[in-house]
């Protein structure tokens, strides 16, 4: 059993946790996950590492409610337990030799943006840390995204905080205005992905895309979240879950993650009734 140190909400739908997971903590790295399971009738979802503390020996984990299982989790407050936490699993981000990087979040992926803007920004290298919401309630980890960055820049769709922009016509800015980047790390929705992939190809940049489609045994036994990179089959559990972006089928991703839209809006919506007889 695995005790929830502390919980916060960052917006109405997005919740951080930390978890008490020693074994965990001692090994993780930014751009790793964990699965994880509620309790013994729960199923096992991924969610990637958002921060670590090996001296408390906790794992921090950011989650947006979508399903059922994150409803079950957000119901979790401190001081109670998850059955299971496994990890860390993946491969860690490579930050090696690298002087100057952009890294672009869009909506909760910038909760994963966030530690590896950290890990590159601690070992010297000069992070523009470009993050896009919807709108200003929206946003999450201001701080913590200035304090790992050299330049911090915000876009919200409807222009309520920071730029009216998206992400990538912020990073066009930086690029277009003499930003010498040895790579770009995109880490958000599939269509932002995609679109930030696009661009930078068109400046010959190296880019790297986070994938996390939906994931089950984290072992690549299931073949659960294979997808298409250069034209090869990989599992993101065990090959990534970071690829190049200019080599991904992003339209194959997008229409296998679609198929699972209407059973985690089922499974939302059991959940919440569950719990509404429960108070009742």
Known sequence: MYRIVTKRPLNPTVTL????????????????????RVDEQGERIPLTIADFDREKGTVTIIFQVVGGTTEKLNHKEAGDFLQDF????????????LKRVAVVGGGVGTAIAYPVAKKLHDVGCHVDLIVG??????????????AASAQLLIGTDDGSYGRKALVTDLLREQIEAGAQYDRVIAIGPIPMMKFVSLLTKEYNIPTVVSMNPIMIDGTGMCGGCRLTVGGQTKFAC??????DGHQVDFDEAMARGAVYRDFERHAHDAACNLFRQEVQ
């Open 17 to 36: 946790m930390e978890v008490e997971a020693p074994a965990v903590a001692r090994k993780a790295q930014p751009g790793q996950f964990i699965i994880l």
């Open 86 to 97: 496994v990890g860390p699993l993946g491969r860690a981000t490579e930050t090696g030799g």
């Open 133 to 146: 919401f919807r709108t200003r309630d929206l946003v999450i980890l201001e701080d913590e995204f200035r």
């Open 238 to 243: 065990v090959d990534g879950p970071e690829f």
